[in-house]
């Protein structure tokens, strides 16, 4: 998921919040409505973001703003769907696209992306569907990240896996004028958490920093009440050579790079604000938290 402000913005903005540095990081509650959690996340500017929740009915919220000013807490607002005639089901994943201001890509679990437009902060509206090439009716896919080199943009996506089934991903080049993937030349790598154990989505979101490397929570979800645990891993990095994708896994991509083994949140949406990855989650009859945190890039 990418991002489109200044670093001096964002260096004022995450230590105004004191989120970015390691040892004062804390979660910061949006609510403890079951309908507002967090399952993807992406930038609008240094004091909102755009999130997704998974609503399946009809009076389910799909679209929030989530304003985080400085000094002050983090508060969500619900945003009307974009599109007044279908609602989307079971919205998972969020991603910006570079180089067309308040453009985004939602998906949803059964491999439908649509392409909506904000229109400020209170209006949206849709521009256009698309349908993932390796989507099945048995999809249940969680993670989605665009990430471009220059005119060259890659689009990669991920079922989330279980205990018995790694997480599977996906890639491939998609142009972003016209909304099209190259669904000949898709390619896969398969990944299973090392942690957590049981009740495991291997992976619940994909980000990718600035460098091309991807980065992927993971979560435990035993039911609505818990407990949850959550892990971040970077598993590689994406390079573009003569417009070809290049992808070379971390040798340590087995472990993860941070732990949540008490926190009880189930992270489901992640997206770096340079080198500070933004966190949030899903955590079912507990509500929804988010966080900022630095990472190590290499």
């Known amino acids: 998921m990418q991002t489109n402000f200044y670093f001096i913005s964002l260096f004022t903005f995450c230590f105004a919040l004191t989120g970015c540095a390691k040892d004062t990081i804390q979660w910061h509650s949006l609510g403890e409505t079951k309908s507002i959690g967090v399952s993807g996340i992406a930038t ?15 009076e389910h919220p799909r679209l929030g703003v989530v304003t985080w000013q400085e000094g002050k807490e983090p508060a969500l607002a619900q ?28 998906l949803e679990s059964k491999g439908s992306v649509s ?13 256009a569907h698309i349908t993932l090439p390796t989507a099945t009716a048995q999809s249940n896919m969680e993670a989605l990240a665009l990430h471009c080199f220059g005119a060259d943009c890659i689009l990669i996506w991920a079922e989330r896996g279980d205990d018995k089934q790694a997480a599977k991903l996906s890639w491939a080049k998609f142009d ?25 989505r291997s992976i619940s979101d994909i980000a990718i920093d600035k460098q091309g490397a991807m980065w992927v929570s993971s979560a435990s979800d035993p039911g609505d009440e818990g407990p ?5 891993y970077r598993l590689g990095a994406f390079s573009m050579n003569n417009s070809e994708i290049n992808w070379i896994p ?9 732990k949540y083994e008490t926190d009880n949140i189930k992270i489901e949406g992640i997206s770096f604000i340079q080198d500070d990855l933004i966190m949030g989650t899903d955590d079912e009859n507990k509500g929804s938290k988010i966080m900022i945190k630095q990472f190590s890039i290499k």
């Open 79 to 106: 945003l009307d769907w974009c599109d007044k005639t279908t609602l989307p089901i079971d919205l998972e994943a969020i991603t910006a696209i570079p180089n067309h201001e308040h453009d985004y890509l939602v």
């Open 115 to 127: 392409r909506i437009q904000l229109q400020g902060i209170n209006n949206c509206k849709t521009t």
């Open 44 to 58: 609008i500017d240094k004091e909102h973001f755009l999130v997704v929740h998974d609503g399946k009915k009809t």
């Open 228 to 232: 949850f645990q959550s892990a971040i």
């Open 250 to 258: 971390s040798s340590n991509n087995t472990q993860p790079v941070a």
């Open 176 to 200: 972003s004028d016209k909304n099209t993937i190259a669904s000949t030349q898709v390619k896969t790598f398969e990944f299973t958490a090392s942690y957590p154990g049981l009740n495991r």
